[in-house]
Nanobody, 118 residues
């Protein structure tokens, strides 16, 4: 089992920055990658970014480099730095981890709200 706790959401003005954190605990040895999804009101959940066990990051193309992932291994925490935010970034952001045991399992955090005001 892997537990994920997100933090750092809140209200930010358009053009500003926000950093989300995802703290992982539990059985972390077989984590494949950790990433983020988001879900805006009335829309489907959308994949945002991930960082794999080799610290290679992949991002949603439409972000155009505004978001940056990083990892603090000592704290088992992944950060999503959100820069130049736009009202369209308003959503609940969910952290997830894919773990390889006998099969691939996905664990989710509870989500953190990000609201960007224009």
């Amino acid at each position: 089992q892997v537990q994920l706790v997100e933090s750092g959401g809140g209200l930010v003005q358009a053009g500003g920055s926000l950093r989300l954190s995802c703290a992982a605990s539990g059985r972390l040895l077989n984590i494949i990658d950790i990433g983020w999804y988001r879900q805006a009101p009335g829309k489907d959940r959308e994949w945002v970014a991930l960082i794999n066990r080799d610290d290679k990051s992949t991002y949603l193309d439409s972000l155009e480099g505004r978001f940056i992932l990083s990892r603090d291994g000592a704290k088992n925490t992944v950060y999503l730095q959100m820069n130049s935010v736009k009202p369209d970034d308003t959503a609940i952001y969910y952290c997830y981890a894919r773990v390889s045991n006998l099969r691939i399992e996905t664990f989710w955090g509870q989500g953190t709200q990000v609201t960007v005001s224009s």
